[in-house]
């Protein structure tokens, strides 16, 4: 079965909103690449950087957040808020306008 983006999106987005606090840098990053980000280490080796090349039209410049001292700590609630805040302020890039009760 092919997942469409509108598919990939709800998912995505709903892992945000329930995986507040126990969602791992690694989980993230896959999450975030699931949907054409890419995700790369920012000037320290917690910080990373998140680009999407289809967003630009958008207005979309970039956004960060840091990935904490472990190797694969929790992201910080602050940070997936703003992950989840991004997905929702550009969503009409994954699900165009009237196809919000598509399947």
């Not at 990373?48 to 957040?65: A, E, Y």
Request: charged share 25%; net charge positive; hydrophobic share 30%.
């Amino acid at each position: 079965m092919v997942r469409t983006k509108k598919v990939v999106y709800d998912q995505v987005l709903e892992r945000l909103k329930n995986g507040r606090n126990n969602i791992r840098r690694s989980e993230l990053m896959n999450l975030l690449q699931s949907l054409g980000f890419e995700v790369k280490h920012g000037a320290t080796g917690n910080h990373h950087t998140v680009s999407h090349p289809g967003l630009g039209k958008f207005g979309f410049q970039g956004s960060n957040f840091d990935g904490g001292h472990n190797s694969d700590s929790i992201v910080k609630a602050c940070y997936i808020r703003n992950m989840k805040n991004l997905l929702q302020n550009y969503k009409e890039f994954w699900v165009p306008e009237g196809s919000d009760d598509d399947n």
